[in-house]
C-alpha cells in the first residue's frame, strides 16, 4: 500500500499545478515568495556577471582579445540540493556544485571546469536513479581542469576531451576523451551514440558506451529508450542498464517523466541485479534559474530477495548564467 501511495503522489501533485493558471502564468501574482525570489535574483545576476567577467577575463589573458560583441558567453555555475527519504528510515543528502567558465577565443573553444563530484565515482545504478547518494562537497572528491570542444567534426562525430586533477594529496590527475554522434533517423525514431574512455591515475582505465533512442508520440509525449554499458579496469567486469521511459510536457514550466529500468552485471555471471520504477515531476520554480524536481522510486535489488524498497527525493538546481 505505501508503494502505491508513493508512485501516485507525483501524479497527484501534477495535477492541480499544471491545471493551476497562476503557477503557470508568466506573470504570477504578487506576494511574498515571489518578492522574496526577486530579491534573491539580483543576487543571483550580481554572482552570475562576476562568473562571467572571469571568464572573459582568463580568456583576454590568453588570447589578448576581447570577445566578439555577438559573442553570448556559456560559462555557468549549478547548485544541486538534494534529499532522498527511504523506506526504512533513511535520509540521504546531497550538495553539489559544477562550474565551467568559457573561454570563446581560446583555438579549440576550451572551457575550464569544475565539479565537487566526479560522476564516474558511482556505479551505473546511482547514475540513471533519481535517488541521493549522500554525496557532499568534499574537497579531496572534487575535480578541475580545462575542457576542450573543437568546432569541427570528425567523420560526423562530436568531440571533446578533458584534462584534470581532484584537489588532494596526492594529486590525482585524470583524462576523458568522448565521442557523440546524433545518427540518421530511423523512420521516426532519433537515435544517438556516445563512447567515453577515460583514466584516472588512482583507478586506472574505463570505457563507457552510450545508446540513446528517442521517438515524439504527440505534441506533448515522447518515448525515450537508454542503455548504458560500462567496463572498468580494475574491476574486470561489465555493468549495464536499460531504462525505458515516458516523457510528458505538462505546460511551459512543467513536465513529467515515467521510468521503468533494469541493471545487469557480469561479476560473476551476467544476470539482472536489480530493476526500479519510478516517476519525476519537474517544474521550473522561478524563471529559468530555479527548477524543483519530486521524483518517488521504487527499488527491487536482488541481493535482497527482489523485496520492494519505496523513496521519495526532492531535487533542487539552481543556475548561475548569463
Do not use: C
Not at 143 to 150: F, K
Not at 199 to 219: C, H, K, N, V
Amino acid at each position: 500500500m505505501k508503494v502505491a501511495l508513493l508512485l501516485v503522489t507525483v501524479i497527484f501533485l501534477a495535477g492541480p499545478l499544471s491545471a493551476s493558471e497562476s503557477l503557470d502564468s508568466d506573470k504570477p501574482e504578487a506576494g511574498f515568495f515571489s518578492r522574496t525570489l526577486s530579491g534573491a535574483e539580483s543576487t543571483r545576476d550580481t554572482w552570475s556577471e562576476r562568473w562571467v567577467d572571469f571568464a572573459e577575463g582568463v580568456d583576454h589573458y590568453f588570447s589578448k582579445e576581447n570577445a566578439p560583441p555577438d559573442y553570448k558567453n556559456e560559462s555557468y555555475v549549478k547548485l544541486q540540493l538534494k534529499q532522498t527519504w527511504e523506506e526504512r528510515g533513511d535520509i540521504q543528502t546531497d550538495v553539489r556544485v559544477k562550474a565551467k567558465f568559457d573561454l570563446p577565443n581560446t583555438q579549440r573553444k576550451a572551457k575550464l571546469f569544475f565539479s565537487s563530484d566526479e560522476y564516474t565515482e558511482n556505479s551505473l545504478e546511482e547514475r540513471v536513479r533519481s535517488n541521493s547518494t549522500g554525496e557532499r562537497f568534499r574537497r579531496k572528491e572534487s575535480v578541475s581542469g580545462i575542457e576542450i570542444t573543437p568546432d569541427d567534426e570528425w567523420n560526423k562525430w562530436k568531440r571533446s576531451a578533458r584534462l584534470g586533477i581532484k584537489l588532494r594529496a596526492p594529486l590525482v590527475t585524470f583524462g576523458r576523451y568522448r565521442l557523440r554522434r546524433p545518427m540518421e533517423a530511423w523512420g521516426e525514431w532519433l537515435p544517438e551514440f556516445t563512447q567515453e574512455i577515460w583514466y584516472f591515475s588512482d583507478r586506472g582505465w574505463g570505457a563507457t558506451s552510450e545508446f540513446e533512442i528517442q521517438r515524439p508520440l504527440s505534441e506533448r509525449f515522447r518515448l525515450n529508450y537508454l542503455t548504458v554499458l560500462e567496463f572498468e579496469d580494475q574491476y574486470d567486469f561489465f555493468e549495464n542498464v536499460h531504462v525505458l521511459s515516458l516523457n510528458q510536457s505538462l505546460s511551459d514550466r512543467s513536465k513529467l517523466e515515467y521510468r521503468v529500468g533494469a541493471v545487469f552485471s557480469t561479476e560473476f555471471r551476467t544476470q539482472m541485479t536489480a530493476y526500479f520504477v519510478g516517476t519525476s515531476y519537474s517544474y521550473k520554480l522561478y524563471e529559468d534559474w530555479i527548477f524543483l524536481t519530486a521524483s518517488p522510486e521504487v527499488f527491487f535489488p536482488k541481493d535482497d530477495g527482489w523485496n520492494a524498497e519505496a523513496s521519495f527525493t526532492i531535487a533542487l538546481d539552481v543556475y548561475f548564467s548569463e
